[in-house]
């Protein structure tokens, strides 16, 4: 069984520029949660999708967007990058709805901008 | 809205001590319980979970929480630490009164065990 998977590793952009970061869900799973964990702090939750729907959002502004696809896999697309968006990203993906509450992480995508 | 503090930021022991990382969270409704670890260049794992039943949880490595409801607590334990657990411990809550999975985490504990 295939664990979460996330690319790239590690990224770096400029101020005002856009990135997009992937996300391949555990097999099964078809709940994808995105969260920004930033340097010595708790991941903080941006949103989830739930067959390919936005199912919840955290206190993050519009320019953080997600996609999920057929697959499950996922996508967070962040525009119009600020400085205090360097983070660690991580992608966590869950059971059906009705069967589990737990969630499971991927690696992270560490965004550094510059 | 949901919250949870972690009151111990850096904790530092040697091998063989007793451990506990304090945790509590805020929210009126009923809540599943997490603790996760985090090592050093490693993704988030679980430790172990509550959801319902007997408070007194057992989760992987020797590790153990107790959800006390009147205090709104969940305070993981392990009576004998090792070198190997030097890691970054959060304490998560979601809610079980939502279809969401989205957790709230603590800002976390910096656990460093010396040999």
């Not at chain 1, 990224?11 to 964990?37: A, E, F």
């Not at chain 1, 067959?51 to 502004?61: A, D, K, M």
């Not at chain 1, 660690?88 to 499971?104: K, M, N, R, T, V």
């Not at chain 2, 850096?10 to 506990?20: G, N």
Request: charged share 15%; with cysteine; glycine share 8%.
């Amino acid at each position: 069984e295939t664990g979460v998977t996330q690319s790239p590793t590690h990224l770096i952009k400029t101020r005002g520029q856009q990135v997009t970061l992937r996300c391949s869900s555990q097999s099964g799973h078809n709940t994808v949660s995105w969260y920004q964990q930033a340097l010595g702090q708790g991941p903080q939750f941006i949103f989830q999708y739930y067959r390919e729907e936005e199912n919840g959002r955290g206190n993050f502004p519009p320019r953080f967007s997600g996609l999920q696809f057929p697959n499950y896999s996922s996508e967070l697309n962040v525009n119009a990058l600020e400085l205090d968006d360097s983070a660690l990203y991580l992608c966590a993906s869950s059971l059906p709805l009705a069967d589990s509450y737990e969630q499971y992480f991927g690696p992270g995508t560490r965004l550094t901008v510059t | 809205a949901q919250s949870v503090s972690q009151h111990n930021h850096h904790v530092i022991l040697s091998e063989a001590a007793s451990l506990e990382l304090g945790c509590n969270y805020s929210y009126g409704g009923t809540v599943n319980l997490f603790w996760y670890v985090q090592y050093p260049g490693q993704h988030l794992q679980l430790l172990l979970k509550y959801f319902s039943g007997d408070p007194l949880v057992k989760g992987i490595k020797g590790f153990e929480a107790e959800f006390i409801k009147s205090k709104f607590s969940f305070n993981l334990r392990k009576p004998s630490v090792q070198w190997s657990d030097t890691a970054e411990y959060f304490c998560a809550v979601n809610s079980r009164d939502t279809g969401r999975r989205a957790l709230t985490f603590g800002s976390g504990t910096r656990l460093q065990v010396q040999p």
